[in-house]
């Protein structure tokens, strides 16, 4: 089994995303994502995808018991899969990746002795990941009390050079829309060590990386459950996309989505034959805490030829540098602070 979206080499077709709209003497070119028509029949949140010969493998945090797999075919029907964490116990935010010391599952589980959650990860025992070996802690700095809120949800990704980078959501503080994004490098996989700074700010989370190329970075998330745009008499959480040239330094994450539904923790990896992005992702309202997994397409489209131009032609642009300033933006009384020069949809600079 190999991750697709981890490992890019074998990807011919070069692509950087635009960050805002980008406006041409032809057309406007942006990011669009649409569901699936498919029913899936699976519950949870924190999906992870694997593209396999016989399908998607579909890990996802549904229940008390911790993580569950599916296998799903292209026309969305899923069964399930045998599951075994070992020692482990419970585990959740289970993600994948090939490391230097081989294929190994990352996942937040809380240690009974201390009550900490904390990022753990654990060699996969078959191909297929669906047995896990002796977990280990990944680093001291990745847990909390198993009380904290708004953290977690890693996602390792594998660097050109062949070490390991955590993606992981923080909370510096309490409060709504506070959370920050915190990376974290490894070269073994197993111990790793804080990257200075921040990755992004403002409240976003739930990251997933779907490019990880040099020059050619492609992020896809959400925004926190305090930074939620009200639909009604309840709040939804959306999904963004965000550019880099280093997997550092990031560009203001673009709206992907309305507020007719909930949409959080997004997962997916690039189909050739399609030119575009598959995503899975946990769809529902944290007020009524019932979310299903839905499938999506994510392509750039040309609003001014009615979409779905692909991936190819997405206008190259230059993100901004470790100088950027982060400015303040509100959209009635939400506040998010943002690294770069734009706020995104619906926001106005304060």
């Known amino acids: 089994m190999q991750r697709k979206r981890r490992i890019t080499a074998t990807m011919c077709l070069a692509m950087l995303a635009t960050l805002a709209t980008t406006r041409t003497t032809h057309a406007v070119v942006e990011w669009e994502l649409t569901d699936d028509p498919v029913s899936l029949g699976m519950s949870g949140v924190s999906?992870?995808?694997?593209?396999?010969?016989?399908?998607?493998?579909?890990?996802?945090?549904?229940?008390?018991?911790?993580?569950?797999v599916s296998i799903c075919t292209e026309a969305g029907v899923c069964t399930a899969e045998t599951f075994s964490t070992g020692t482990s116990g419970p585990i959740n935010d289970v993600s994948i990746a090939q490391s230097?010391?081989?294929?190994?599952?990352?996942?937040?589980?809380?240690?009974?002795n201390t009550n900490l959650k904390a990022v753990y990860s654990a060699p996969c025992n078959d191909a297929n990941c669906l047995s896990l070996g002796t977990a280990t802690l990944t680093s001291t700095s990745m847990q909390v009390s198993m009380n904290a809120k708004a953290w977690g949800v890693p996602d390792p990704v594998r660097l050109a050079d062949g070490r390991i980078r955590i993606y992981i959501v923080e909370s510096p503080v309490d409060g709504r829309?506070?959370?920050?994004?915190?990376?974290?490098?490894?070269?073994?996989?197993?111990?790793?060590?804080?990257?200075a700074g921040w990755r992004l700010e403002g409240g976003y989370v739930d990251t997933e990386m779907l490019r990880a190329k040099d020059g050619e970075w492609l992020m896809i998330m959400a925004d926190g459950p305090g930074c939620a745009t009200a639909s009604g008499a309840l709040k939804v959480q959306q999904l963004f996309v965000s550019t880099s040239t280093d997997g550092l330094i990031w560009a203001t994450?673009?709206?992907?989505?309305?507020?007719?539904?909930?949409?959080?923790?997004?997962?997916?990896?690039?189909v050739e034959s399609q030119n575009a992005f598959r995503i899975y992702y946990a769809s529902g309202r944290s007020a009524e805490n019932n979310y299903t997994i839905k499938r999506a397409t994510l392509r750039i489209k040309d609003t001014a030829k009615g979409g779905g131009v692909g991936i190819t032609t997405t206008p190259k642009v230059t993100t901004p540098s470790s100088k950027s300033k982060t400015i303040t933006c509100v959209k009635g009384k939400i506040t998010r602070k943002v690294i770069g020069t734009k706020c995104p949809a619906g926001f106005k600079k304060k």
């Open 100 to 112: 230097p010391s081989g294929m190994r599952a990352y996942f937040v589980r809380v240690d009974p």
């Open 253 to 270: 994450p673009q709206l992907l989505t309305s507020t007719d539904n909930g949409r959080l923790d997004p997962t997916g990896y690039f």
């Open 177 to 195: 829309c506070t959370e920050k994004v915190a990376s974290y490098t490894s070269a073994d996989g197993i111990s790793f060590t804080r990257d």
């Open 47 to 68: 999906p992870h995808v694997e593209k396999t010969a016989s399908g998607d493998r579909v890990w996802r945090s549904d229940g008390p018991s911790g993580t569950v």
